[in-house]
Every structure is written in C-alpha cells, then in structure tokens.
T-cell receptor
Framework: AQSVSQHNHHVILSEAASLELGCNYS??????LFWYVQYPGQHLQLLLK??????LVKGIKGFEAEFIKSKFSFNLRKPSVQWSDTAEYFC????????????FGAGTRLAVHP | ETGVTQTPRHLVMGMTNKKSLKCEQH?????MYWYKQSAKKPLELMFV???????ENNSVPSRFSPECPNSSHLFLHLHTLQPEDSALYLC????????????????FGPGTRLTVL
C-alpha cells in the first residue's frame, strides 16, 4: 500500500538552528509532493509543493524541499529557524493519475525555543 | 469570508444522535474532500467529490454519509457513531480532482472536533 513516512515525530531546536525534516514515500510512479504546516490553533496551510521541473522547490517563510526520486524522498529544510516556526509539519503525496487524493505522513511536531 | 470554513468547530454527540458537519468553500473550486484526523494517526481521506459527484469513498463505514448539494458546500451526516469515531474532521477543496498537477492543490478548513460519548 502507498504510504508516507516522517521519521521524526518530535523535534526541538533553538532559534537560528538549521532544520531538516525527513519524508519518504512508497510509490513507484509519478507523484506530486507537498508539505503542509499547522501552526498552533490554526488550520493546515500549504508550505510548498512539487509537481515537476527543478527538484529543489522553495516555499513560504524561507522553507525549501528537495525531491530525490532515487531515494523516494522529499525532505524539508530551513537554514535558520525562528520561534514562530513552532508548528506541526505534514508531508503528503498525491500519486499522479486517478483522482486527487493526498496520502499524509504522521506529522512532525517542531518546537523552537528562543 | 475567504477560504474554506467549517461548522461547527466543536461537536459532542451521543452514539444514538444524528448530526451533520458543514463545509463551505469560497474559492470557486470544483472538488471537495473529507478527511479524518485521529490522535496519533495520519490524516485519512474519507470522500472525494468532483462537481458534486462522489468519485471516491475510501472504505468509510455507512454511519458516515456525505452530501454535496453544489460545488461550494459539502456535508457529512453522522448517525449511530462509535466512540472511536471521535476525531478532527477536516474539509478541503481544490480546483479540480483530476490529480494532474498544479490545479489539484488542496486547501483545508479549520476542522470540526468531534467527540462521541
């Protein structure tokens, strides 16, 4: 079955530290890839997405993600985190073809301490 | 109001009650979705509607009954639920449901926190 794995369930960082959140998926075909973020008390928001082209995609608030097809990975990165990045981050995969259906990872809770 | 809205935000119901969740999207999209977010489990897709037609039912029990009267509104009718159905129910919409690329980005509402006693 198709699945998405996020290896880190909880991450604690200090401000200005670098961030990398892992995401791997199991699907052999073409995929569209997403990172969503859920800030405390708010709804899920799109952080960035990959459909085709340059495998390094840039999103809002200084986040970026790199699609490595050979590794079935779409890791999220940010060079220097801020306290306001405290949130839960979800990786999601949409296998191309058929109906639009996102398969989500379990999420990673990030806490950034000042 | 913009984006995707959901009402109520919180709902407590008994196992014999009948209630409905409402979702409205103000984005002019043609596709709408119901997801379930349980504690310690990934978000699970429940239903997909495209142009008011249900196109995906992800093996959801019949005690959950969706309805899409038009492309802006989506309901989830609930009856004889079980305590394990307690969860956050999220609605989403996208421009289309074809899964072809840039037009299928899904936008989420704030969710309804459901507690079944």
């Amino acid at each position: 079955a198709q699945s998405v794995s996020q290896h880190n369930h909880h991450v604690i960082l200090s401000e200005a530290a670098s961030l990398e959140l892992g995401c791997n998926y199991s699907y052999g075909g073409t995929v569209n890839l997403f990172w969503y973020v859920q800030y405390p008390g708010q709804h899920l928001q799109l952080l960035l997405k990959y459909f085709s082209g340059d495998p390094l995609v840039k999103g809002i608030k200084g986040f970026e993600a790199e699609f490595i097809k050979s590794k079935f990975s779409f890791n999220l990165r940010k060079p220097s985190v801020q306290w306001s990045d405290t949130a839960e981050y979800f990786c999601a995969v949409n296998p191309s073809g058929g109906y639009n259906k996102l398969i989500f990872g379990a999420g990673t809770r990030l806490a950034v301490h000042p | 109001e913009t984006g995707v809205t959901q009402t109520p935000r919180h709902l407590v119901m008994g196992m014999t009650n009948k209630k409905s969740l409402k979702c409205e999207q103000h984005l002019g999209h043609n596709a709408m979705y119901w997801y379930k977010q349980s504690a310690k489990k990934p978000l699970e897709l429940m239903f997909v509607y495209s142009l008011e037609e249900r196109v995906e039912n992800n093996s959801v029990p019949s005690r959950f009954s969706p309805e899409c009267p038009n492309s802006s509104h989506l309901f989830l009718h609930l009856h004889t639920l079980q305590p394990e159905d307690s969860a956050l129910y999220l609605c989403a919409s996208s421009q289309d449901s074809a899964g072809t690329g840039s037009t299928d980005t899904q936008y989420f509402g704030p969710g309804t926190r459901l507690t079944v006693l």
